[in-house]
């Protein structure tokens, strides 16, 4: 199956979101006004309810691209729009299929009555794939996975490993993520905000078995519409920690081009192997105070 990358609303009035727990992958990275957006990506699994889902920036389809994802947004800003068009990315914008209204039988987007606008847009991966059908775009992919992942548990037992219980990312001033590894589980419990986030469809805590943390150049665009929009640095060799099973080890994070799949390396250049299960990939601002204990 091809991966879907739907843009999820990371906005503390659009949590808890919908069916994040079914993804295999989701990446964060950071967006105008001290905030984050999420790109939450599915693949082979029918997430009935998905959202709320919001505009697409340019950066987050620099991934999109290395997962051969299908791109579901609600909207784009105007270099996201350029690149889309520059890249013939295989994009859904719900722009052209929100009805504004509660769902109904035939609904593809639609906006839930129990929060506000613009906070309130979902789809689901069924109305997705009716769409890419309709658009003729392919949704099976032989394309191989940004991560190499590995049939034995893995532990990092390496000397440079470091122990990793909790893990802090202040993107901002204004918005903190906290990781808790559950020994029992070996799993890690998302926080955001200071509180734990939890899945709307299923209630049950956000958790993740691999933690990628990337750290790349953001500023400001100064494109002449004063909104603050982030242009955020993917392409390079640039620093991160692979983290999993209480344990982190410094990598590098290795991207030629926008279109190119990231290589994950030691720091003996080696590419690392992950764990079986779903991974968060923090993408952070370089200078962003990370904290591992």
């Not at 013939?88 to 722009?95: D, L």
């Not at 983290?243 to 290795?254: E, P, S």
Request: hydrophobic share 30%; glycine share 6%.
């Amino acid at each position: 199956d091809r991966p879907i990358a739907f843009m999820i609303d990371n906005n503390k009035n659009a949590q808890p979101q919908a069916s994040i727990n079914s993804t295999y992958m989701v990446y964060e990275i950071i967006v105008e006004g001290g905030e984050t957006r999420l790109m939450a990506l599915f693949k082979g699994k029918d997430a009935d309810q998905v959202g709320p889902i919001r505009s697409s920036r340019h950066y987050f389809l620099d991934y999109a691209m290395e997962n051969d994802a299908i791109y579901a947004h609600l909207g784009m800003s105007p270099q996201a729009g350029e690149a889309i068009q520059k890249y013939g990315i295989n994009n859904i914008n719900g722009q052209a299929y929100d009805t504004g209204k509660a769902r109904t039988g035939s609904s593809l987007y639609w906006r839930a009555t129990h929060k506000k606008a613009p906070h309130n847009a979902y789809t689901n991966t069924a109305s997705i794939l009716k769409i890419a059908k309709d658009k003729g775009y392919k949704t099976t992919s032989n394309q191989k996975s940004v991560l190499n992942y590995s049939s034995e548990e893995i532990n990092l037992e390496k000397e440079n490993a470091i122990v990793a219980n909790t893990i802090t990312i202040p993107y901002t001033s204004s918005h903190k993520v906290k990781y808790e590894y559950n020994e029992k589980t070996k799993r890690y419990t998302r926080y955001s905000k200071g509180k734990v986030m939890s899945d709307e469809m299923s209630k049950e805590n956000i958790t993740t078995k691999n933690i990628i943390i990337t750290f790349a150049e953001n500023y400001t665009l100064d494109d002449g519409e004063n909104k603050g929009r982030q242009d955020v640095v993917t392409v390079g060799n640039l620093d991160g920690y692979y983290i999993t099973n209480g344990k982190a080890i410094k990598i590098k994070c290795n991207k030629s081009d926008r279109k190119s799949q990231t290589k994950y390396v030691d720091l003996d250049g080696n590419e690392i192997n992950v764990n079986d299960g779903n991974t968060w990939v923090n993408v952070c601002p370089i200078d962003s105070n990370v904290v591992i204990e």
